[in-house]
C-alpha cells in the first residue's frame, strides 16, 4: 500500500524545518536553565533532599546568585569538592546548608574545579552506556515481538498499585507500559522525591518510582519471554531531570516533545527550547525513544483541518531530535485517531494521514494514539472505534500503537478494560496482519487526494512560519490556535544567558555522539 | 404510577448485561463466585456467559441477569437546566434587550487539572458540534484562562474583570479532585461577597447538575453540553438575580 508523495516537496518541507530551527538553535546554544543544571548535578550523583522535601539538586541552583549561575553549576560543585575533599553528596549538601559559601569557591581556578569531576562525568556517562547496552542485550534475548508494539496507560496514583495494573497488563499482552504522571507534575519546578501512593490522574515520576516499576517489568519481560519497555514524561519544567533519571534507570520510552509544553501548558518557550534540546542529547546517549505529542492538536481542535498541522509539528520534532544527536531509529513522532466519526469516509482520512507519515518518516518508530475526543459513555460504540483505529495502525505499519480503552471518556482504566483492549487490538492485528501490503491506494482517490492535500497545507504552513520565525509564529497563534508570548509563561526565570566561562560537562561528554548522528 | 424495569426481548422481563473482573485466578470456582456474587446483589437467573483469566491473579466475567425491581417513572422529574437552548443571535439579542452592555464571562479547568477539552469546546471560538463558542458571541465578553488555574487565581481575576458567569472545569475526578476543587471555589466566592453577584457554573463530563446544585453551584453541565446550552441558562439566571437585587 503505497501513496505517490512528492518527493521534491518532502524535501522542502525539510528544508523549511531547518529554516525554522536555525535561529532557535542559536540560542538554545547561548543558554541554560536551571533545570539543565539541576539535571547536570543529578548526572553527577546529586539526590536526596533537604530540609521539607526541597530536592537537594534545586537547594543548590537556589544557592547560586545570577552572576555565579552563568558559570554552570558543574563549576561549584567540582570547586566544593576540590576545596573540601566531601564526595559530591556531601559537597552538595555543604553547599545546600551554606556550610561551604559559594563565594568562596571564586578562587578555585575552574580546571581544578573540572578535575574534580572528572571521575563522576566519566561513571556517568559509563552508566548510561551501561544501561543503554543492558536494554540491547534483554532486547537480543528477549525480542518483543512485531510492531504495532502494544503500549497500555497506568495511572492509579499509588506506584504500587500501578505495579500490579502493569504486570497484569503485561501478562494480557502489553509490550510497553507507561506510568501516567500527576495531574500538575509538569509545572512543578522540582522533581518530587521517593516512592509515592498519592497522586491525581496519575503517579508522580520519580527516581524511586521509576526503579520500582522497572524491577516490576524485568521481572516479568524474564517471566513472559519478550521484554516489556517502560515509559514516562519528560515533558514539562523538570524535562532534562526527567531524561536524566530515565537514562540512569533505563526506562525505554518518554513523552518528549519541542513545543507541547509551550502550547498546551503555557511553560514559557525559551524555557522549553533549551530543556529539550538537553533532554534530547541525553535520550540520544541512553538509547531512548522519544514519543512527540502531536496527538495534542487534534484532541483540542478540529482533526480534519488540524492534519497539516500534526506534519508540520512532526518535520519540527524530527529536525530538533536531530540537532540533539537522536537517529531516526528514536524519533516516535506522533499522530492520533481523532477524526469525527460522524465523518463520511473518516477511516479513509485516517488511512491516509497514517501512511503519509509512514511514508515521509519511513524509520521513525511512529506513536500512533486511539481515539479520545469522540469517546462517550457509550463503551459499545467505543470498542468499535478502537478496533478502526488498530486495523488503521496495522495496516500502515505505524510503530507504537497507543491501545484506547473502551472507557476513556469514563474512568482512569480499570484493570478489565486494559484486558479487553489489549484483546482487541491483538484480534484486529493478527487479522489483517498483512492487509497492508496486498491492497494498493486508487490514484486519485479519497486517501490519494487526501494526503497530497495535506503535505500540501503542511508546506504552505511552514513556509509561514519559515518567514515569520517559529516564537513569532508560535505568538501569531500558528499552532493549535493557541497564542504564546516569547517571554510569557511559566519558567522564564529559570532561563539565563552562558557566561564566557560556562562549562557543562555533559554537553561536552555528549557533542561527539551528536556530531557522529548528524 | 408507571413501573419500569430493564427490557431484553419481553415486557418487564427485567434483563440486564454486567461485566467485571475478580482478583481471583480462573476456574470454574470463579465462575460459581461471579454468579453467586451477582445473585447477591438481588439479581435472578443469574448467567455467567463468559469467564476467563486476564493476567495472573485476575479472571473476567460477563454476566446476565433479571432484576426484580422497578422504578416508578411517573414520580422522576428529568433534572436539565436548560432544556430549550436559544441560538447564538437570540442570545446576543437576549444581552442587548435585557442588560444594554456586554456581558462578563471568565471559565477556566482549575485546581491542578490540565485537561481543557470541556472549557475549550464551550468557551473557544469555534466551539462544539457546529455551536459556537462563548468567544464568538458579540454581546459577550468571554475568557477563558485555560488549564491549571488555582480556585484563588480564577477569583481574583472575576473581580478584576467584575465577571457576571463563572465557569468552572474538571475533567479529572481520581480521589474526588473535582468536588474538592468545585466546593473552594464556591466557598472562596461566598468569603470573598462576590457569590451573589455572580452565576456560577461547573461543567465536566461527571457533573450532574444535581451535583452542581448541592455544592452550591447554579447549575451543572455534563457531557455533550452545547456552549448555547450554557449560555442560554445564564443569561435567563443572571436577569433573575438582577431583578432579585432591584427588588
Redesign the interface.
Known sequence: MELRVDAARIDRCRALAQAIADPIYRFIAAHSTVSVERAVLRLLGVDGVVGEEVPLANAVVDRLDPARRASGAARWIGAAIAETGLDVAEAARALADGRVDVSSLDVTPPEIARGALRGLVDAAMARVRARRAEREALLARLPQGEPPLLYVIVAS?NIYEDRTAA???A??GAQIIAVIR???Q??LDYVPYGATTE???GTYATQENFRIMRAALDDVSERLGRYVMLTNYASGLCMPEIAAMAALERLDMLLNDSMYGIL???INMKRTFVDQHFSRMLNAAAGIIINTGEDNYL????ALEQAPAVLASQFINEEFAHRAGMPDSQIGLGDAYEIDPDVTDSFLYQVAQAQLARQIFPHAPLKYMPPT?HM??NIFKGHLMNAMFNLTSVMTGQSIHLCGMLTE????P???DR??SLENARYVMNAARHLGEEIAIRPGGVIASRARWVLEECERRLERVASVGLMAAIEARAFA?VSRAPDGGRGIEGVFAKGADYWNPFEEALSPAVGAAR | MRLVRPYGDTMDDGAVQLSFTLPMPWSEAADEAARQLVAKMGFADVAVVDGRPIASGFSFFVVYARTPVSVDVSQIAADVPAPHAMSMDEIDDFVRREFGRKLVVVGACIGTDAHTVGIDAIMNMKGYRGDYGLERYRELSAVNLGSQVSVEELVRFAREKSADVILASQVVTQKGSDITNFTALAELLEAEGLRERVVLLCGGPRVTNLLAQELGYDAGFGRGTLPSEVATFFVHRLKEKLRHVRV
Do not use: M, N, P, Y
Open positions: 496514583g504486570v497484569a497488563a501478562e494480557a500527576s495531574t500538575g509538569s509545572l497522586g491525581f490522574g498546551f501548558r503555557d484532541t483540542t481542535a478540529d475526543k462517550t459513555g471518556a469514563i474512568h482512569t480499570f484493570l478489565g484486558a479487553l490556535d
